[in-house]
């Protein structure tokens, strides 16, 4: 089953250091509760873990991550993760191209433009399950992303900001993605009413 996946995340930063910072791929992946790079096999390949807990019980997945290229003068990283959950039930594949780009001077925003390929137990959730999951994940993270980046600048707000990246969650909190699910189910069955 495949699934595009389409974000952008402003950020009241510079640009360049928003590119700056996504090019620190152990950086980046750290903005993903309960991701990590674990080994670094060359400038482009990474080897990686995620995990995520749903109450009692944890999901642990391995994977590897490839940067297929850079272009600094478009300010756009090309990059493929692969990943499959340690009991060999699920895997995913996923093509992302992620640029930043100036809004204005001294703000920026970064985009990410996704496809992802899910095969065995995950497949079975369906696409729009896996694009309301996909959004809750990709919320946490570019928050996380977002507050790395203001940090790197100077002052009040980029101290706040330090602060926040330091407090962020060590691992991905299931029971909220559970709960994104199942308020999401309710807002399409009665109209897309929120409460």
Known sequence: MKVEINKVFSIDASSSNAWKFLQDIPGVAGCMPGAEITEQVDDSNYKGAVKVKVGPATMAFKGVITVQGTDADKREMKM???????????????????????????????????????????????GRMMNQVADQILD??????????????????????????????????????????????FRSLFGGSKS
């Not at 809004?103 to 433009?113: N, Q, S």
């Not at 940090?151 to 993605?177: H, R, S, T, W, Y």
């Open 80 to 126: 493929q993760g692969k990943g499959q959950d340690v009991k060999g039930t699920s895997s995913a594949t996923m093509d992302l191209t992620a640029s930043v780009r100036e809004t204005e001077a001294g703000k920026c925003e970064v985009v990410g433009i996704a496809e992802v390929t899910v095969t065995g137990k995950m497949a079975s959730l369906g």
């Open 140 to 185: 946490q993270f570019g928050a996380n992303f977002v507050n790395n980046v203001i940090a790197m600048g100077e002052g009040a707000v980029a101290e706040e900001a330090a602060a926040k990246a330091a407090e962020q969650p060590k691992e991905l909190n299931g029971l909220a993605f559970a709960w994104g699910l199942l308020m999401g189910f």
